[in-house]
């Protein structure tokens, strides 16, 4: 077990690695029960704050958006320098390299409201695929196409309704519209 202080942005530095600990708090002494594969995070009372893998244990770690975005959401002009942002689809890399720092500022905002309700970052990165870059900042455009993206449309079940009670020539029949025309004696354009 070792002691350790959490950084000002509630990560605890372990193995020269940044590792995020999402109940932390700013400057929290915290005692690590590290074992080879993963980190026990506790705080004073030793309740376990979280349980982290280890960097050097080759896990493949999930990245908790909400937590990342909401540490630089403050910090607009950072975003771009930050390791989140690298980790972003390419799509949402654009979405938030706008230069102007209180739309970028206004696009996190969004971003993490996005995954507060239970959006993934995926779902997130292929409605603003669909979406022109100047309307990226109309957040109703944004999230009717969110909606489009997880409730795809539907083929409606008549699309597929074979009818072959009425007789072909009847089906695929044409009206000549010129031979009405000559009978009531008006033409209709």
Same mark, same amino acid.
């Given at each position: ?6 950084? $000002?942005?509630?990560?605890? *530095?372990?193995?020269?690695?940044? =590792? ?28 376990? =704050? ?8 080759? $896990?493949?770690? $999930?990245?908790?958006?909400?937590? @990342? ?20 689809? @390419? ?25 507060? $309700? ?11 695929? *669909?979406?022109?870059? *100047? ?15 997880? *409730? ?30 000559? =009978? ?6």
């Amino acid at each position: 077990m070792e002691t350790a202080t959490l950084d $000002k942005y509630g990560n605890v *530095h372990v193995d020269r690695e940044r =590792l995020p600990v999402p109940k932390g708090m700013a400057q929290q002494s915290v005692t690590l029960k590290i074992y080879w594969d993963s980190l026990e995070v506790m705080d004073e009372t030793y309740t376990t =704050l979280a349980v982290l893998p280890r960097p050097n244990s080759l $896990k493949q770690q $999930k990245i908790n958006w909400t937590q @990342e975005l909401e540490q630089i959401q403050n910090k607009p002009r950072a975003v771009p320098y930050t390791m989140v942002y690298s980790a972003l689809p @390419e799509v949402l890399q654009r979405y938030l390299s706008i230069d102007d720092l209180v739309y970028r500022k206004r696009r996190l905002k969004c971003l993490i409201q996005w995954l507060g $309700k239970d959006y993934q970052i995926d779902q997130i990165a292929e409605a603003i695929t *669909h979406i022109a870059p *100047h309307l990226w900042d109309e957040e109703g455009v944004v999230y009717q196409e969110l909606y489009r993206t997880i *409730h795809p449309e539907k083929p409606s079940p008549f699309d597929r309704l074979e009818e072959s009670y009425t007789p072909s020539g009847v089906r695929n029949y044409e009206p000549v519209l010129e031979a009405y025309d000559v =009978l009531t004696g008006e033409v209709w354009s």
